[in-house]
């Protein structure tokens, strides 16, 4: 396969983040089922390998990557705290990068090339437009930002104006859509009209990608095309990866609006499951190796929750509510 | 009296440009030899090549673009065609930028000009006084200049705050107010509110383009009357000095509150009730509010003129206010 050569390395770290992300939603879902966790849980069963695949190109200082809520393996590849904040971000620990200030999936270091999510979708686009912006107007090249999103933010008013946006400014960014079906329970034929989503790439003039987000290796390679095109001055690149939700659009939801037949049809081309089988096959990893990667996965996301539960809550006499950083008062 | 309010505004940006290579400007139909719907920025992009850049017609992905570039160490000035048009960038100023420095603990260093309030002619959607949707919004400073020395100093001040700061430039005030000059060797900071004419037989507050008006107005009542109304110009809405208006009520014990914008939830309802909150007992008459008409903002000059509080309608209400 053209452009799979040189991924073995690339595709084992990969493959350590869905494991990660795996354990780590496997572990929420027990814990919100017990009445452990505020407010929803949201998880990423069958986008591990795009979210993956999405961070994976990407050098941390340099570039700029905006996960949201599907996107728990990419953050697991971005940064080795990634549990940790995420578990955090959960269970509003005071010592996370959101403090208890906001949780579940929105979080981010914005100052480590991570904007912070706000839950309106397609608002972050632009913000990922302006951070390569900043970048080309302070002189700066060869980075790129990738931006996720699924299918159903294709049809939200600011996602379109940022990619037209991210178009005529020619603004190294990689938009990465993870069509998974349904967006929350609204299935593609109520949500777009055209053929498929890559048609609209098209028509911002993005070059365009796709590829099946349930086959890792294609994925893996298909991405890698197009962080490359960007971080080589071609411009912005759409590119779509097609799965299916494993899961609710929460843990609240229990997907029966999802026919039986496509779960199983999905459950049989589990994107961890098609990893490991290709990852042996290539003899990128060992039966023995992956056995362990897994048991060290669920060590370690036992080991991040539990510190997440025993930190300080937020405590509201203590904190600063302030909303500005500057106080006329002291002006 | 050759420097306008816009003129102003200009020079802010033009100073800007030159004093921090952080600033670039950003906004719809503001580059090339055109130079903004009030070519406000006329010359500029082409002293500062680079620095002065169109954007497509998307205020939603203008405030985002701003925000990641804020991000990225730089300081957006950005323009809304104009303010009318900032609701669909309402979204990502409240929710996104707004509430950023208290998610994260990096704010964003973001001026948002805003071409505001009515002018004859300008119709429902070119009209309108949003300072309150904006205000509303915890982590927004919104500025409100009356002056053209304010016009200058505050857009100055406004990028030297590291928060987003929404500038409201009122369209009608552009080329009708004037000076000599708009410097001013010691300006106020923002957040403080001005005196604007001193008085004693009630307070009025004013900002915005209803300062000249209620200036007027003190000027017909003491001509007319023998009233002397005391002006404050708030100059900012948010913050709000109500340490100044309190003052002011405890020298006149009568308080009306002049605002161009509609009267539900309005600055004047939120200056009313902060000042009924500390100071009711400074108060010897309910306060009175005077906004424009519930009711959108009618095109024909006649329509409009009687929608909008004036200098007439201010005097007026004054008088009432000090019949109590």
Redesign the interface.
Known sequence: MNGVIGLDQVAVRAYRGMCLARAFDTKLSSLYKAGKVFGGVFLGRGHEAVAAASAVFLKKGHDVYNPFIREMAGRCVWSEDALLEAARSYFGSVLG???G??GNV?W????QGN??P???LG?????????????R??GESGDVGVACIGDGTTSV??AH??C??IA?EKLPVVVVITNNRYAYSTPNSEEFACADLVDRGRGYGMRTHSCDGTDFLQTLSVMQQAVQAARDGEGPQWMVATTLRMCGHGEHDDSSYIPTELKEAYARKDPLDVARRQLLERGWLGASEADEMDAVAREVVQRAIAQAQREAPPEPRMMDW?????D??K? | MNVTYIDAIHRAMEDLLAEDERV?LYGEDIAGSFGGAFKATKGLAERYP??VMN??I?????????????????H?IVEMQFADFGTLAL??TG??A??????????VNITLRMPCGGTPGGGPFHSQSVEALFAHY????VLTPATVGDAYDMLKQAVQ???PVVFMEHKYLYRRVKAESFINPDPL???RARIAREGKHATIVAFSAMVPEALEAAQLLAAQSGYEPEVVDLRSVK?LDTDTMLASVARTGRLLVVSEDFPWGGVAAEVVACVAAEGLHLLDAPPLRLTSKESPIPYHPELWKAHRPSAATIAQATRYLISL
């Open positions: 990068c959101m403090g200030k906001d929105h981010g270091r914005p100052t904007p912070a706000v839950s309106h608002a972050m686009l632009s913000v990922v437009a302006g951070m390569m912006l900043a970048k107007l302070r008013g600011a104006e940022a037209n946006l005529v302030r909303a500005t950083s500057w006329p008062q002006a | 670039f680079g620095r954007s497509p998307s205020e939603d992905a203008i405030l985002g673009v701003s925000i990641g570039a804020a991000l990225g160490g730089m957006p979204n990502q929710n996104n707004g509430a950023h420095y208290f998610r994260t603990g990096v704010p915890p982590g927004l400073h705050i590291p928060d900071p923002v957040g913050p």
